[in-house]
């Protein structure tokens, strides 16, 4: 299989230094040669551009959404960078970075595919506006912009409209919602696997039961974007919005495994790491190990 390592340096949308830093972290811990050994041809195309923009000026473009053209620019970079992969048979690989890059991954593979699903695996669901952020953090906007919610410029990246439909939507492990997430999740009626709703439920039912309606569905690529905060808090002290209650090792290889294995998945995110808040390297290395156990299962 060619994969297309693409990196994106990006903290504005998280707007907390370190995490620009994932990308090279894991270049310098092998990232190459680890997906190498399962018998891939690998393409690193480097980092997107990020320009400098100062502390004073993230508000110089909207005044509830930090850094909103350095957000835009660089999701319509990422966006046909993804696009140009997928149309020379290659796996876009996309790695962070914080989650704001998952508008243009998800713009660049909706414009590839006739009908796109994604899978958000994350402990937060990435819904709001920024009429109902408390943040202003655009991180937490990104998977309501794609489905066309929220602020114009980030609506309309790389091609004006809806990159995604409801319907083929999927969060799951989220357990830190915001009011206004919640509500537009029940307006959409989005396929929201709250972490309350999994332990009621049971892991391995709620993940059958994801695959299942995926299975149903009639679309021809699925974009996975996994966020290393789906994880419990203890388990990864290097990234920048922990919280308790997250999903252990094991569970997450078993989702890994399980969603791959559909052999539907056609692109990926991996994001938020970020080495400046790690503790002896730990999460970088068990990043490490989740991407061989990815690559492992493709």
């Known amino acids: 299989m060619n994969i297309s390592l693409i990196g994106v340096p ?15 972290k894991l270049r ?3 990232i190459v040669e680890i997906i190498k050994k399962y018998k891939n041809e690998v393409y690193d ?20 959404i930090k850094y909103l053209k350095a957000i835009t620019d660089m999701s319509n970079n990422l966006a046909h960078l993804v696009y140009s992969a997928l149309c020379s048979n290659s796996f876009p690989l996309v790695l962070g970075g914080d989650h704001s890059l998952g508008l243009g991954s998800i713009s660049g593979a909706s414009k590839f595919f006739n009908e796109l699903a994604v899978i958000w695996i994350d402990a937060h669901a990435d819904i709001n506006t920024f009429e109902t952020s408390p943040s202003g953090n655009s991180h937490g906007m990104i998977l309501g912009a794609a489905l066309g919610e929220g602020h114009e410029d980030l609506t309309n990246v790389y ?4 990159k995604l439909r409801p319907e083929n939507t999927f969060i799951y492990g989220a357990r830190e919602l915001d009011k206004g997430e919640v509500e537009l999740a029940q307006r959409l009626n989005l396929n929201l696997y ?7 439920i049971g892991f391995e039912e709620t993940l059958e039961d994801l695959v ?14 996994f966020d290393i905060d789906s994880l419990d808090k203890k388990l ?3 990234t920048g919005t922990p919280v308790d209650g997250g999903f252990s090792i094991e569970e997450v290889k078993k989702i890994l495994k399980t969603l791959l294995e559909t052999n539907m998945i056609k692109s990926m995110d991996f994001v938020e790491l970020n080495p400046k808040l790690d503790k002896e390297d730990s999460t970088a290395k068990l990043c490490i190990e989740l991407i061989d156990w990815i690559f492992k299962h493709m």
């Open 10 to 24: 990006i903290k504005y949308g998280a707007d907390r230094e370190g995490v620009q830093y994932g990308p090279q």
């Open 28 to 30: 310098n811990m092998g």
């Open 45 to 64: 195309l480097g980092n997107i551009y990020i320009p400098e923009v100062l502390d004073s000026e993230k508000y110089a473009h909207h005044e509830k």
């Open 159 to 162: 091609f004006k409209g809806q």
């Open 194 to 200: 709250s972490m309350d709703r999994i332990r009621k």
């Open 212 to 225: 299942s309606k995926i299975k149903e569905l009639k679309v021809d690529g699925i974009h996975l974007s």
């Open 236 to 238: 990864v002290p290097g």
